[in-house]
């Protein structure tokens, strides 16, 4: 897989995990302080000004899309002159974009929070925190985008490393600073210090890790803009877009209901935050190794990576998010030390929305990796469309609530089309898609362990000691009832879930990380007893796969991976190998008889139209593909098989 494999991605999501849940661990200690010092129209404010500040930074979110995706191609292929000047044309157009958005948050930055009903006493610091939050974007999107170029050299796990780095430095600063008053001047200060300690650090680490690669406006060319643009400016309008949903409700909420109630959803918003932290270390090194994987040429790992990256997706937004759902109103009130009922509600009622956008990660992350966004576009549309339609009514029936229930039909509404839409772009069906997720058994699996703890929870009395405060009785509450739902899960999981093929890599990947943690070399994945060659790279191998699973650990790849791995000289029980319906098995019979000789007569060939050549080889052939029962005849179970269950290493 061109160095995407299951090491490669698991080092980038295990960080990415630990990073993200540190940054959000840092704000929840944080975020009561704020709400005491400032109280919840002064978080509300804070809040706020990042919603603005947003509208400056879109534009990096596209360019920084373009950076990730030629950093991965232009260095796989050494083409780091053209590769200069992409960056140095990106960086001098969203310098240029930052350098306009802070002298207009200078001029106009606290009467646009005075329009967007922030309270007079507030509107003065706040316009300074606005300008001291986007001169840090102006670095972010000049120096800045070394974290970008990080990502694109796959090593997602430095740049989270920095966030991790960023998010302490913030607290440390923070905390004294509002402690001694300096309320939303103080967090803005704090929050520059760590962004600016972590872009540099970012630059001075791509400048150490590859030389060639140089950030600088002087680098702009009419070649490198027009590459930038062509992908970037796609991104753009959809940049904009999804800027417009998740930042205008928070300007849509200060507005019809008030600055305060922008505290309230922020607090729910950043429990959904928490929720997304498992899923978003699995999505986070994707797009880079989609970009990679299509730039060698591999697009059968590219589907396999698709459907396992979905599957792990799924499984952790779920678990996550139905955790939350049930305890949204404990988990508020040890959290905050007020239960914020309304807070709650909203968690509870946007979990499952968030679930279902979840189901779009893995496909964004494939369609960008292709420069392509007409159809995440269409998706942003349509989920726009439908909450600018319902949102004015519904606030105005409903408030608060109304806004909250039109953008959860949103989401659905837009997630609905969204998968529809690329399944019919990709090829893959409905079939294949929940049969790799396992979907619908997931759903049951929670549904009813969700069913069992509301049941028990209503039945039993409460499990805090009497005499604690509200506070620490919901600590308890969470503490004891997260261990039934939690160990019900994991067994749930483990046994009703996962695959075989899943278990075993999990144990790898868990294994190896042990071992790293106590300075010792990882275990070796154990080698494929038979390989299902996909001669297509287009080919569907799973019905092979399935087949040939009685016959040992199998694993399909691509030609040039089953090359390098045939070179290396490992036994190897059967090879079959998937032709298209036109394919010639000359050129493959050659190399083999080259290359590996002593694997001639453990060799069958699936497909193709040439079998007079089969024949005259002394080879065997299936013209349509062979069921389990006909394989396990011809070839047997592997040696070391003929014991013990086979597992699918697919």
């Known amino acids: 897989m061109g160095g995407i494999n299951i090491k490669t991605l698991g080092r980038s999501s295990l960080t990415g995990g630990a990073a993200q849940l540190w940054r959000i661990l840092s704000r929840f200690i944080l975020t009561p302080v704020i709400i005491a010092e400032i109280g919840l129209p002064g978080y509300g404010v804070w809040t706020l000004i990042f919603s603005v500040a947003a509208y400056v930074q879109m534009t990096n979110v596209s360019l920084g899309v373009a950076y990730t995706k030629f950093t991965a191609e232009c260095v796989r292929h050494r083409r780091f002159d053209e590769l200069n000047h992409i960056i140095g044309s990106g960086v001098s157009v969203v310098g240029s974009i930052a350098a306009l958005g802070l002298l207009g948050s200078w001029w106009f930055g606290e009467a646009l929070l005075l329009a967007l009903d922030v309270p007079p006493d507030l509107a003065e ?3 300074i925190g606005l300008h001291v939050v986007v001169a840090v974007m102006l670095l972010r999107m000049t120096v800045g985008c070394s974290l970008e170029i990080l990502t694109g050299l796959q090593r997602i796990d430095l740049t989270y490393r920095l966030y991790v780095l960023a998010s302490v430095v913030d607290f440390l600063v923070a905390l004294p600073l509002l402690l001694m008053g300096w309320g939303i001047v103080g967090l803005a200060i704090a929050h520059a210090v760590g962004q600016v300690l972590i872009n540099f650090v970012a630059y001075f680490m791509v ?10 406006p002087l680098l702009i060319s009419r070649d490198g803009m027009q590459k930038i643009v062509s992908v970037g400016g796609r991104f753009q309008v959809l940049a904009v877009v999804n800027t417009v949903v998740t930042q205008g409700t928070k300007m849509v909420l200060s507005r019809l209901v008030g600055i305060e109630w922008v505290g309230i959803y922020e607090l729910a918003d950043k429990l ?8 978003e270390a699995v999505i986070a090194p994707l ?7 299509r730039a060698g040429g591999e697009k059968l790992a590219e589907r396999t990576l698709f459907i396992k990256g ?5 499984l952790l937004g779920s678990i996550s998010f139905s955790f939350l759902a049930l305890f949204s109103g404990p988990v508020l009130l040890l959290w905050t030390g007020e239960p914020v009922p309304a807070a709650a509600w909203t968690l509870q009622v946007l979990a499952g929305g968030e679930v279902a956008v979840l189901l779009t990660a893995i496909v964004s992350s494939s369609l960008r990796a292709q420069g392509r966004v007409r159809l995440e576009f269409t998706w942003a549309m349509i989920s726009t469309g439908t909450l600018l339609v319902l949102v004015v009514p519904m606030a105005t029936w409903w408030g608060f609530e109304g806004i909250i229930l039109s953008r959860l039909v949103a989401q659905l509404a837009g997630t609905t089309w969204y998968l529809r839409a690329y399944f019919k772009f990709s090829g893959i069906t409905w079939g294949e898609y929940l049969r790799g997720t396992r979907l619908p058994r997931l759903v049951v699996l929670l549904g009813s362990i969700a069913g069992l703890i509301i049941v028990a929870h209503a039945l039993l009395p409460s499990l805090a000691p009497p005499g604690l405060s509200p506070r620490w009785g919901a600590v308890v509450e969470v503490a004891l009832w997260s261990l039934p739902y939690l160990g019900l899960v994991g067994v749930g999981v483990w046994t009703f879930y996962l695959e075989p093929d899943d278990r075993e890599q999990m144990s790898v990947l868990g294994a190896t990380v042990w071992a790293r943690l106590r300075g010792r070399p990882g275990p070796t994945p154990p080698a494929p007893q038979v390989v299902v060659v996909c001669v297509d790279p287009n080919a569907v191998a799973g019905p092979l796969l399935e087949a040939a699973d009685g016959l040992g650990r199998v ?3 691509g030609a040039g991976e089953a090359d390098a791995f045939f070179s290396r000289g490992d036994p190897v029980h059967l090879v079959l190998v998937l032709l298209p319906s036109d394919g010639d098995p000359n050129l493959f019979w050659a190399w083999m008889a080259d290359h590996r000789p002593d694997l001639l007569e453990r060799m069958a060939f699936v497909g193709g139209d040439e079998a007079s050549f089969v024949d005259e080889v002394g080879a065997r052939r299936y013209e349509p593909t062979p069921d389990a029962s006909t394989l396990l005849a011809d070839w047997g179970p592997a040696p070391s098989e003929a014991t013990e269950p086979s597992e699918n290493e697919t």
Do not use: H, W, Y
């Open 125 to 127: 610091p706040g316009a």
């Open 287 to 293: 797009m880079p190794a989609f970009a990679s994987l």
């Open 207 to 216: 400048r150490r890790r590859v030389p060639e690669i140089r950030i600088s």
């Open 272 to 279: 959904i935050k928490l929720g997304r932290t498992a899923s």
């Open 310 to 314: 979905s599957k792990a997706n799924v």
């Open 555 to 557: 694993q399909a790849m």
